[in-house]
């Protein structure tokens, strides 16, 4: 299983990644966010930073709905985010293994294509 050390650890190793100051964890690379805390928003009431649930980029709408579809106990997703290329994660069901998976493969869609070779061959 899974917290928010293991996001931010994972994140932090990858090359030219920044963490944004934020009220959970915020992660981006070249200025372009691929995992953060997800703010859950209730009707009449302030939004809630949910540093237990991460937001991953995953590039595109079939991705999305394969992830969703083929491991549901792991992904969900919310109004608001529909048509959007973003999966929420909850962190204490998911092992590191496949996390470190999850966020590498987040940043490799967000980062420019020369860091994205770098890492390939490092």
Known sequence: ???????????????????????????????????????????????????????????DEAEKQALLLGEPELFFTAPGYDGVPLVMLWLAKVGVRRLKELVTDAWRMRAPDELVANLGSG
């Open 1 to 59: 299983m899974a917290d928010v050390n293991d996001v931010r650890r994972i994140a932090l190793a990858l090359p030219h990644v920044a963490e944004i100051p934020s009220d959970g964890f915020d992660f981006r690379v070249a200025d372009r966010g691929f995992v953060w805390s997800y703010p859950e928003r209730r009707p009449g009431q302030r939004r809630l930073i949910r540093t237990d649930v991460a937001v991953l980029y995953v590039g």
